[in-house]
């Protein structure tokens, strides 16, 4: 128990110190009911942080992905992550992949920008991220029903995931390719990985070519 404690206070010491510490001044919002539609937000807020939904941690020290804990992630998705992650290492506190919990809207969207009706085009999905909330990088990996939709849910997680969805950082590149019926998206604070030289080893190591991709900058 004592070490538990010790752990715990450890990653919020850790958490807090990387918040303290960063250039970005944007704080938690309100409760996920404040915002409870789906939709991409309007222009005039997409520099407000994104609200985890109801049952997350947004402390800065999140340790509830809100993704689907009691499931595996898909082996074919996750192999593919390790495979990414051996040709270009992304080395940060307690990384973890989950699988991306379809079903559930509110986490659905926040992880993946993704709607209802958009998630019931996807098969399966994993996200890799750190599991404190002070470390602005995000990796998804998509496998759609139908090939013919890869693009379509490509442009949706690209134009609709919030790049400061993080209690006190934000992205500041997103980048999105598709695969065959994969759809691969990772969005990064530049000084923690570099979003074009991650994809490039991605496609490498993977054995791929990407028919589809598109990228974006954030304002800081």
């Known amino acids: 128990m004592k070490k538990a404690l010790i752990c715990l206070s450890l990653v919020a010491a850790l958490a807090l110190t990387a918040c303290g510490g960063g250039t970005e001044s944007a704080a938690p919002t309100a409760t996920p009911e404040a915002t409870p539609e ?13 609200t985890p939904p109801e049952g997350g941690v947004d402390d800065g020290m999140a340790v509830t992905p809100g993704n689907d804990t009691a499931a595996e992630p898909d082996s074919e998705l996750s192999g593919m992550v ?5 040709a270009y290492p992304v080395e940060l506190m307690m990384m973890t992949s989950s699988a991306v919990n379809l079903g559930d809207e509110s986490w659905c969207t926040y992880n993946t920008g993704l709607t209802a009706e958009q998630a019931a085009l996807v098969d399966a999905g994993v996200l890799s991220e750190s599991m404190t909330g002070s470390q602005a990088y995000s990796l998804v990996l998509l496998r759609v029903k139908d090939e013919a939709d890869a693009q379509t849910i490509a442009d949706a997680v690209l134009n609709n ?12 590149k997103a980048r ?7 759809v691969l998206f990772v969005m990064s604070n530049s000084e923690l990985a570099d979003v074009d030289a991650l994809m490039d080893a ?4 993977l054995g791929v070519t990407f028919d589809y991709g598109q990228s974006k900058t954030a304002e800081m």
């Open 176 to 182: 999105v390719a598709t695969f065959g019926d994969k």
């Open 82 to 86: 390790d495979t990414i992650y051996e």
């Open 38 to 50: 789906s939709t991409p937000l309007p222009d005039d807020i997409l520099n407000q942080p994104a």
């Open 202 to 205: 991605a496609a490498e190591a």
């Open 161 to 172: 995931i919030q790049m400061n969805k993080w209690v006190c950082t934000m992205a500041d």
